[in-house]
């Protein structure tokens, strides 16, 4: 399984950028997808999460200006980010998490990472 995101890049504070990110290969079933983002010296964090039922799960400092989807057709995960803060600066990473059949606990994917610059 591969994943390759889009859309990262540089923006003025209060601006907005959509993330994309797909997954390819030898595709069972993929129940949560995420992003995740990292700063220098940092631990990665949640950013959001997303099951196949469309149950969903935000950090703290994203709630009420980011919102996650996914089209589960094409093995999909989006993130729409809308007033975007210099704090929300980081390379954000897409997370799937892929179970080979019904019976295998679920593999953790990651994608290359995508760098979003939010400039004051």
């Known amino acids: 399984v591969q994943l390759q995101a889009s859309g990262g890049g540089l923006v003025q504070a209060g601006g907005s950028l959509r993330l994309s990110c797909s997954a390819s290969g030898s595709i069972f079933s993929i129940n949560a997808m995420g992003w995740y983002r990292q700063t220098p010296g940092k631990q990665r964090e949640l950013v959001a999460s997303?099951?196949?039922?469309?149950?969903?799960r935000y950090g703290d400092s994203v709630k009420g200006r980011f919102t996650i989807s996914r089209d589960n057709s094409k093995n999909a995960v989006y993130l729409q980010m809308n007033s975007l803060k210099p704090e929300d600066t980081a390379v954000y990473y897409c997370?799937?998490?892929?179970?080979?059949?019904?019976?295998?606990?679920?593999?953790?994917?990651w994608g290359q990472g995508t760098l979003v610059t939010v400039s004051s």
């Open positions: 997370k799937a998490v892929h179970h080979a059949d019904p019976w295998t606990p679920g593999y953790d994917y």
């Open positions: 997303i099951y196949r039922d469309g149950d969903t």
